[in-house]
């Protein structure tokens, strides 16, 4: 039904004819940096999109970078939403800018005929790079390649323009809205400018939840929907029109939340397909978007709590996962609704020290193949307890099926010390459980103490659990000989122990993915038959032999 609509209103929108300028009518600059090394990626016939790296060469050369033959979908929308400029624009090199000319000169003679192309997010974000980047790739090149590009965006605006609001539950439809707004402005259309602005106070208000956390619940989205945000409001004030008290109300809410996620290293908290993200982009971003007040430490309606005590930071899923569509997608098997990114994480935590992290969750592979990218998302990839080999949320590829219906939370504090206790009904389904988790932090931020409790009905089997701690790949860990706990030494030299009661310790093999791929371990809690409950602790210490350097 929604790509009916959606056809639909596009049908009648192409009835209308539409002006070609010869050039944008404002000049754009695209805020955001690039990565020098993967512009050195693209003219070498690849691209690098969240991790995942697959050829992208030039029909010419024998490739397929629109098609991308068993690229997944959100690589492909990656590839036709053209980001990826900004990667060319940091290489900065006369060869980068014939790169980009020679793929958008491609793209305009066969990649527009992929379905893909037309799903409303990855419009409005081809719009948004090709005007961001008008200077870079178009400026100087020949009439006839400039008329191509314009003809193209024109026709692209009148149709996305014609198609809003977008029906998508999640960030694309903002980036679709900004899109609208870019190419309205660039085209000097005023009724598209009008038409885009009266939609622009209710999506704001369904992408962002009151304590100002984004609906997709990632700290990865969360820091691009506030980069949105920060384009739209740049876009108005070019053009001399006020900003809707809606968007500056979000803004001021959207900073502090996305300070949660960050960890002393500067950058993002692992959780619902994040990456750690440039500490460097954070700041821009934060200074872009005149941030005012401190970071949250905890967000009630998207569900994160945040536990800091000297150099420790503790960050936890603690909310229930987004609402999604079931299995309805979009335009080229694009998912439509808010879970989209979701993980099977609830209730896992990450924990860093001065500039270290310690405690980590896998990360994401957002863009991969379909059974890598479920691999991280899937509970075990994340640092929290794990019943029965079960996922406490299904996996589907649109998203999440069965998921926890009540997450609850408390926190208290008193001098110095934090406490939080936490629970899901992930696996009432399928065991009857509920988990229910205590974390305890100590005033100095040197001690950390947690429990993990299975609530059971009555008589009913207690199922095999494990409790999983991730280590970041920097992390060098020791089993005690006689496994009683996990000597950990971080990059800075500092020193903390891992003990627990009422569980067999083991170090297996992980890996990480939060930047490049790295190898890593984790110590895994084995619980002892019947029991419901695993208590444990990580402690600073002292090692032997090592002079700490500070970490902070």
């Known amino acids: 039904m929604i790509n009916l609509l ?9 009835l209308r004819p539409v002006r070609v300028p010869d050039a944008p009518s404002r000049p754009f600059r695209d805020l955001w940096p690039g990565d020098a090394t993967r512009g050195a990626r693209l003219l070498r016939g690849e691209a690098d999109f969240a991790g995942t790296i697959r050829p992208m060469r030039l029909s010419s050369e024998g490739g397929e970078p629109w098609g991308a033959l068993g690229a997944s979908p959100a690589w492909r929308a990656a590839a036709h939403g053209f980001a990826w400029m900004r990667d060319l624009r940091a290489l900065g090199t006369d060869a980068a800018r014939l790169r980009a000319r020679a793929l958008t000169s491609d793209w305009l003679q066969i990649g527009w005929e992929e379905d893909i192309a037309d799903a409303p997010e990855v419009v409005g974000g081809r719009i948004s790079a090709w005007l961001g980047h008008w200077d870079f790739f178009a400026g100087t090149a020949e009439d006839v390649f400039r008329r191509q590009v314009m003809q193209r965006l024109a026709q692209d605006a009148r149709d996305l323009v014609g198609a809003l609001p977008a029906e998508d539950e999640h960030r694309g439809a903002l980036v679709a809205l900004k899109g609208a707004l870019a190419a309205a402005v660039a085209l000097e259309e005023e009724a598209y400018l009008q038409r885009a602005i009266r939609f622009l106070p209710a999506e704001i208000e369904r992408q962002f939840l009151p304590d100002g956390g984004h609906v997709e619940r990632s700290p990865a989205l969360q820091l691009a929907a506030l980069q949105d945000l920060i384009e739209i409001r740049n876009l108005l004030h070019g053009v001399g029109v006020e900003a809707p008290p809606h968007l500056l109300a979000a803004l001021d809410r959207a900073a502090p939340a996305l300070r949660l996620f960050r960890h002393g290293d500067g950058g993002l908290a692992l959780f619902n397909g994040a990456r750690e993200e440039s500490s460097a982009l954070l700041d821009l971003v934060l200074t872009q978007g005149q941030a005012r007040g401190r970071g949250a430490v905890e967000l009630p309606d998207t569900g994160f709590q945040r536990l800091q005590a000297g150099r420790t930071v503790i960050i936890m899923d603690a909310g229930a996962p987004p609402r999604g569509r079931g299995t309805t997608t979009g335009l080229g098997g694009l998912p439509s609704g808010a879970d989209r990114s979701a993980h099977a994480g609830t209730l896992s935590f990450e924990m860093s020290t001065g500039r270290d992290r310690l405690i980590v969750n896998c990360g994401a592979a957002p863009a991969g193949e379909e059974a890598w990218r479920d691999a991280l998302r899937a509970t075990a990839a994340h640092s929290t307890l794990v019943l029965s080999d079960t996922n406490s949320s299904e996996l589907r590829p649109e998203g999440l099926g069965r998921k926890p219906e009540t997450v609850e939370a408390e926190r208290q504090e008193a001098t110095g010390a934090q406490w939080l206790e936490v629970s899901h009904d992930g696996w009432r389904g399928p065991f009857g459980a509920v988990h229910r988790r205590r974390l305890y932090l100590a005033e ?8 993990d409790v299975l609530e059971m009905p009555p008589d009913a089997p207690v199922p095999i659990f494990v409790v999983r701690f991730h280590l970041h790949p920097a992390v060098t860990a020791n089993l005690l000989q006689d496994e009683s706990a996990v000597l ?65």
């Open 6 to 14: 959606r056809g639909a209103r596009q049908k009648l929108a192409r």
């Open 444 to 451: 100095s931020g040197d001690d950390l103490r947690g429990e």
């Open 488 to 552: 950990l030494r971080l990059a800075s030299g500092a020193g903390w122990k891992l003990r627990a009661k009422g569980a067999r310790l083991a170090l297996e093999d992980s890996i990480y993915l939060g930047g490049e791929a790295r190898r890593s371990l984790q110590i895994v809690l084995y619980a002892e038959e019947n029991e419901i409950s695993l208590q444990w602790a990580i402690t600073r210490v002292s090692l032997p032999g090592v002079a700490a350097i500070p970490s902070a």
